[in-house]
Structure formats: structure tokens, C-alpha cells
């Protein structure tokens, strides 16, 4: 079984700041990780995802994630943000074979302010 | 793109009731899902399938059962509504296992 740990459950930051939101998870076995955003009244859809290769995964809309297998973490990070990506932010990971059944996190709340 | 799509965006049934939820998906993916999503608590899986007739209970199965007669539909269905269903409920949809495509969502209200 694994579990998701998002360490923040709203992040406020001013327009053109950095922002980084927080996931941990852990796992008897080896995960692929994603993170989803969703947008106010409306489902989720994928940011990005780590799936092999280089720990450090770009994604949509200048976001991007690095997995550290060492501090099982899964980080998102945006240089520079805008009024548009506030949203919420879930953290979700599928074990490597077997079911493949995701874990997701609590969610983060990302507010941008002008 | 794939597009999924739900019956409703927002419902509101009377307590005892029986609730039919309907998603629809236009890409021929095997895997139907349908979570719930509540504050603070995130998605939790309600039932999945993997295939036509196929379900399997996810972590919060009491309370709801589903339907899957083809493969582009996925019915969850609330057999006698209570309150403590009150909820965001999202169905999603992959081909492989390594991204899941989302509707809009349900809000159902039950009072």
C-alpha cells in the first residue's frame, strides 16, 4: 500500500513569485508519481508525471517536479507564478505493476495574489 | 483530445432517493473510475473497472454500486441517498497506467 503526504493545505503567494508545493509519500514498492491540478468547477487534468529516466520532470504551464527516491519526494515548482494558477494541486502515485491504482494526496491549495 | 463527460454538474435529490450518475468517455479506454472528492480529504476511489461488466470495490464502497454495460459508460449509482453523500463526485477514465482523464465532476447535494 502506499500513502501520499501533501505537507501544505493552502500555499498564498504574490503574483511573479517562486512557489514550491510539498509531497512525500511513502510506498513498499516502486511508484510512478503525477501531479493534477484542477481549476475552480472543474475536474483534474495532468501537470506532469515521472514515470523513468531524469528526476526532474517539466510539465504544463512552466511547472515542474523533481523526484527524490532518497527523501520520497515528489516537489512541484513554478519559477514565477501567475493570477491564473490558482487552483488546487493534488500529489498522486501508482505503484509499478500490479493494479496500478493511484493514491492521491489532500490536495494543496494555491492562491496567487495580485 | 478525450474527453469525458458527466450527466450533470449539479444535482440536488431528496434523502432515500435513488441517484443515478453518468459518465461517459469517447476514447475507448479500458479503465473507468469514480471518486468523490470532499474537503480536506482529497479523491477517494469509489469503485473502478477494467473492463465491460467488470467492477472492483475502491476504498469507499459502502453505499454505492456501479454499472458497466459498455465500455464508454460507467453509471455509479446511489441506491438510497443520505446526507453523508453530499459530495463532488469525479469520474475518470485511462488506457494505460500511467495518466487518468477526468469529467467535470457531479455536485450532488442530498437533502
Known amino acids: 500500500a502506499q500513502s501520499v503526504t501533501q505537507l501544505d493545505s493552502q500555499v498564498p503567494v504574490f503574483e511573479e513569485a517562486p512557489v514550491e508545493l510539498r509531497c512525500n509519500y511513502s510506498?513498499?514498492?516502486?511508484?510512478?508519481l503525477f501531479w493534477y491540478v484542477q481549476y475552480p468547477n472543474q475536474g483534474l487534468q495532468l501537470l506532469l508525471k515521472?514515470?523513468?529516466?531524469?528526476?526532474l520532470v517539466k510539465g504544463i504551464n512552466g511547472f515542474e517536479a523533481e523526484f527524490n527516491k532518497s527523501q520520497t519526494s515528489f516537489h512541484l515548482r513554478k519559477p514565477s507564478v501567475h493570477i491564473s494558477d490558482t487552483a488546487e494541486y493534488f500529489c498522486?502515485?501508482?505503484?509499478?505493476?500490479?493494479?496500478?491504482?493511484?493514491?492521491f494526496g489532500r490536495g494543496t491549495s494555491l492562491i496567487v495574489h495580485p | 483530445d478525450v474527453k469525458v463527460t458527466q450527466s450533470s454538474r449539479y444535482l440536488v435529490k431528496r434523502t432515500g432517493e435513488k441517484v443515478f450518475l453518468e459518465c461517459v468517455q469517447d476514447?475507448?479506454?479500458?479503465?473507468m473510475f469514480w471518486y468523490r472528492q470532499d474537503p480536506g480529504l482529497g479523491l477517494r476511489l469509489i469503485y473502478f473497472?477494467?473492463?465491460?461488466?467488470?467492477?472492483e470495490k475502491g476504498d469507499i464502497p459502502e453505499g454505492y454500486s456501479v454499472s458497466r454495460e459498455k465500455k464508454e459508460r460507467f453509471s455509479l449509482i446511489l441506491e438510497s441517498a443520505s446526507t453523508n453523500q453530499t459530495s463532488m463526485y469525479l469520474c475518470a477514465s485511462e488506457q494505460d497506467p500511467y495518466e487518468q482523464y477526468f469529467g467535470p465532476g457531479t455536485r450532488l447535494t442530498v437533502t
Open positions: 515521472y514515470l523513468s529516466g531524469s528526476t
Open positions: 498522486a502515485v501508482s505503484p509499478r505493476g500490479g493494479s496500478y491504482i493511484p493514491t
Open positions: 510506498s513498499s514498492v516502486s511508484v510512478y
Open positions: 476514447m475507448d479506454h479500458e479503465n
Open positions: 473497472s477494467y473492463d465491460v461488466k467488470m467492477k
